[in-house]
């Protein structure tokens, strides 16, 4: 089996009927900031809330290293016609030598309900098959966030492993739950 080779740059923009999802910039900041630091979207995150416009901008940052180096990408999800960012959804820890990455997602709580996150879901999966050629994506979801899993479970994904208090946050340790998709044959 050969390694893939992963070109994330220009992080091109995908549609799909009612979204447009585009490379995070510096202005997505204020909008980002609200979405991470919204207890409905972070209640199973398990991480800490962000407080600052300066931790959202790091983590644009990040992304953007991420997308030099080939290792991930997070697009903004928008409305069609809309400039804020809705959500966030991508592709990180790429693993060219496996053909594997882990696949990240958030959503505003009023979209929720909606079907939205599951055409983002849908059109940056066919992208990692189709363009960036991996043969796996896997989510790491917390057990008990039921709309994940479902959403996960109705776009092709499976349950691939349960570990048991494998993840410490907070002063208590987490389960985990790993959901799997592989690339069409």
Not at 105 to 110: G, N, S
Not at 158 to 172: D, I, K, S, T
Request: net charge negative.
């Amino acid at each position: 089996m050969f390694m893939l080779t992963i070109q994330l740059s220009p992080v091109p923009e995908l549609r799909t009927a009612r979204l447009r999802l585009r490379r995070l910039v510096p202005t997505d900041a204020p909008a980002l900031l609200q979405l991470r630091s919204d207890e409905r979207v972070m209640r199973y995150f398990d991480r800490e809330p962000m407080t600052t416009e300066q931790q959202a901008l790091e983590l644009i940052g990040s992304t953007d290293e991420l997308i030099a180096a080939n290792k991930g990408v997070m697009w903004g999800i928008c409305m069609p016609n809309g400039a804020e960012i809705v959500g966030t959804i991508g592709p990180w820890n790429i693993s060219a030598e496996h053909h594997r990455a882990e696949l990240g997602y958030l959503l505003h709580p009023d979209l929720w309900g909606q079907g939205l996150m599951g055409e983002a879901l849908t059109e940056v999966c066919r992208y990692a098959f189709e363009n960036l050629g991996l043969h796996s994506l896997e989510a790491n979801v917390n057990p008990d966030n039921a709309a994940s899993r479902r959403l996960l479970e109705k776009h092709g994904f499976v349950q691939e492993a349960y570990f048991r208090e494998n993840f410490y946050y907070n002063g208590q340790f987490l389960d985990s739950v790993i959901y799997a998709r592989l690339a069409p044959r």
